[in-house]
C-alpha cells in the first residue's frame, strides 16, 4: 500500500460525512441508493475540486450542511432524495 | 409625505428634532447679507445609517463583512425590523433574516442590535446620528447574512423533555389534573419563553461550551417542569441536569436577564434548580 497522507481533521470530517451518506443509501431501495450515491459523490468531487482548501469557514458550513440532510436522510420514512439545478440569471449588484 | 410622516414618529421624537434643527440652522447662517449656505442634508432628512453583516455562502471567497445601508427614518416604522423590511424591499433584495410575527411573540428575528441580543420587531430604531450595527446572534453558526443555526439550542431544549410526565396512570374518566392559582402561579416568568435564544447566545459561558452547557433557556424550561405540580418526574428531571457541564457551568454572569426581550428572569430559575439540586 502507498504510504497513506496525514488527514486533517476537517479532512477526516468530510470523508466521515461522505461514508455516513453512502451507509445510509445502503438502507433505501436499490434505484434510489443508486441515485443518492450519484448524487452526494457528484456534490462531493464537486466541491473538492472547486473550493479552496484553506476556506475553513465555508468548507465548515458545508459539513454543517451536509450534517442536517445526512440526519433527515437516515430517518426512515424518507425514501430517497432529488435534485434541480437552478440556473442564477443575474446576480445582484 | 409630510402627513405620513408625522403619524410615524411619535410626538416626543418630533419636538426633540425641532430645536437641534432650528439652532442647527441659525449657526449655519453666518452673516445676513451674504446669501446663507444650503442646510446639511441631514438635518432636513432624517437618514439613519445601519451597518449590516453579511455573508453569502453562495459566494464562499467573500469574508464575512459590514455593509452599510442609508434609509429616511421618517417614512419607516419605529422598529428596527421595520428598517429591515424596508432595505429589503427597496435596497437589497438578497438581505436575508428571519421574521414572522412582527409583535415580539415568534422569537424569530432575534438577533444583535448595537450590541444587545433582542427581537428586531421589538427594538426601536435609535434616533441619534451614529451607526447602527446590525448582527446575527453571537457565537451561533452563520447560515446567510443574519441567520443562524439554532439547530443546537433545539436539541438542547428538546434534551429537557418539556412535556408533562406522569407515573400515576390517566383516570379512566379522563378528567384534568387539578391545580391550585398558587401552583399555577409558580409557573409565572417560565411559560412566556419564546425560545428567541436572545439570553442563551449572551451567555460568556454558553459561548465557551455551547454543547455541553445548556444554557439558560434550556434551563428556564427545565425549571418550568421541575415547578410544574401536574409533573411527577420532578426527581429524574433534577438529576438529569445535575451535571458538571449541563448545570454548572453557570456562573451567575446575569447577561440572560439583561437580553431576555420578554422581561424573564432565566439566572434566578437557575438559581431555583441549583437550590432545589441542594436540597434533593
Redesign the interface.
Known sequence: MAPRPKLSGIQRQALALYRGFLRAARLKSPEERQMIESVVSAEFRENARSVDRRNFVYIEYLIRRGKRQLDQLKNPDITGLSTLRINKASSIP | MAAAALLRRSPAARVLLSPALSSRLVASKPHSSSPAPPPPPSSTTTTKTFSIYRWD?DS??T??HLKDYKIDVADCGPMVLDALIKIKNEQ???LTFRRSCREGICGSCAMNIDGDNGLACLTKINADDKASTISPLPHM???KDLVV?M?NFYNQYKSVEPWLKRKDPQSPDKKEILQSKAERAKLDGMYECILCACCSTSCPSYWWNPEEYLGPAALLHANRWIQDSRDQYTKERLDSINDEFKLYRCHTIKNCTHACPKGLNPAKQIDTIKKLQLGA
Open positions: 455562502p464562499p471567497s469574508k464575512p437589497d433584495p438578497s453558526f452563520v447560515v443555526d439547530t
